[in-house]
């Protein structure tokens, strides 16, 4: 962390108020100097005094992130683990990324044998097998997948980029074997399409940082308030019939995302709101697959003869994929990431094996 703060300094005059400075670098704020850094008075920088604050010092300064604050990128997370020398922290962030990364390889293999069937069901004629796979379910995971793409790709954590990556074209491929099947509305996989697309290329573009902060900016709200829109829906439509059929949950939800982000973008919100309605897309997506463990083990509860049904070895690789990713979300201090990633090993993975156990 003491590097990222010496290249900045080293070219600004030293007459920068302090907070200009902090503005170029945006992963850091003010709270993170100690006041010794400052010339009395004058909120000025000093030099000197900041050339003496070491990489040692400095991390005991940051706090642990609080959730709204998961949004943030990066660095300012790295710099928040406790660490006593720059080589340790070099060597944390090199391991925890590899396995990160390392969750590519059972994420892909999880949507890799359906993949397989779809496609000899496909080859066989048997358009109808494909019926059992819900077109709305995938949908909506792609959706999520999309949007937790989004939330890392600014952080510019790649391995978990790629992560999300490989799940919206895994199940963009699941999607486009049931539109062959017609399993799936042709329109439906129109807007998808267009949809999916859109978003690879505004993430990549936006990754390297050459995407227009504007164009950006509305594709944050699209998926803030399409992720807002389906979460209650999806969670209501999980006890039906115990509850009544109704679009209700997911409309009012639509009307109140559109409302927090039109509010967002006219200044009515405090600073607060504003924050909270940007970490929205994140915790809408990461609520999402927090909410297929339960629905799967409520459908056990209805119908325990479809546990039978159920593959323990995806289980297994779903709880594989989550629990690789949990120690990066600990060392970046992601709360949100930390959440999903918990909640998916212990909830998607060992409950649902638990069940098919007993």
Not at 24 to 35: Q, V, W
Not at 301 to 308: A, E, G, H, V
Request: proline content about 4%.
């Amino acid at each position: 962390m003491a590097d990222s703060l010496s290249l900045p300094i080293a070219s600004i005059a030293a007459n920068y108020d302090h907070s200009s400075l902090l503005s170029r670098n945006s992963a850091f704020s003010s709270r993170l100097l100690p006041s010794k850094c400052f010339s009395s008075g004058k909120n000025k920088l000093n030099l000197s005094s900041l050339g003496q604050y070491s990489f040692h010092s400095l991390h005991h300064r940051v706090s642990t992130i609080r959730a709204l604050d998961s949004d943030v990128p990066h660095p300012l997370h790295k710099g928040s683990v406790d660490f006593k020398s720059k080589r340790s922290y070099e060597q944390w962030d090199s391991l925890t990324s590899t396995f990160s990364g390392a969750a590519n390889i059972p994420f892909l293999l999880l949507q890799l044998p359906q993949i397989i069937l779809n496609a000899r069901n496909l080859l066989a004629g048997n358009k109808t097998a494909l019926l059992a796979v819900p077109w709305l379910g995938m949908l909506t995971g792609l959706l999520g997948n999309l949007s937790l793409l989004s939330y890392f790709a600014k952080k510019k954590e790649k391995e978990a980029a790629v992560v999300q990556t490989l799940g919206v074209l895994s199940t963009y491929v699941v999607i486009s074997q049931l539109t062959m099947a017609e399993a799936m509305p042709l329109p439906h996989f129109v807007a998808t399409s267009v949809v999916v697309g859109s978003g690879l290329i505004l993430n990549l573009l936006n990754y390297y940082n050459i995407l227009n902060r504007r164009i950006w900016q509305i594709w944050e709200d699209f998926i803030t308030v399409g992720g807002l829109s389906v979460l209650p829906q999806i969670m209501w439509s999980t006890f039906v019939p115990y509850i009544p059929n109704s679009i209700l949950p997911g409309a009012i939800a639509f009307i109140l995302a559109v409302a927090a982000v039109t509010m967002a973008h006219t200044g009515k919100l405090s600073e607060k709101g504003v924050k909270f309605v940007g970490a929205i897309s994140g915790w809408t997506a990461t609520l999402l697959f927090m909410w297929m463990p339960v629905s799967q083990m409520w459908t056990n509860f209805l119908n325990p003869d479809n546990i039978k049904g159920l593959s323990a070895i995806s289980m297994l690789l779903a709880m594989t994929g989550n629990g690789l990713m949990i120690p990066r979300a600990l060392f970046i201090r992601d709360f949100m990431w930390f959440t999903g990633s918990t909640w998916g090993t212990v909830s998607y993975g060992y409950a649902n094996i638990v069940c098919l156990y007993m």
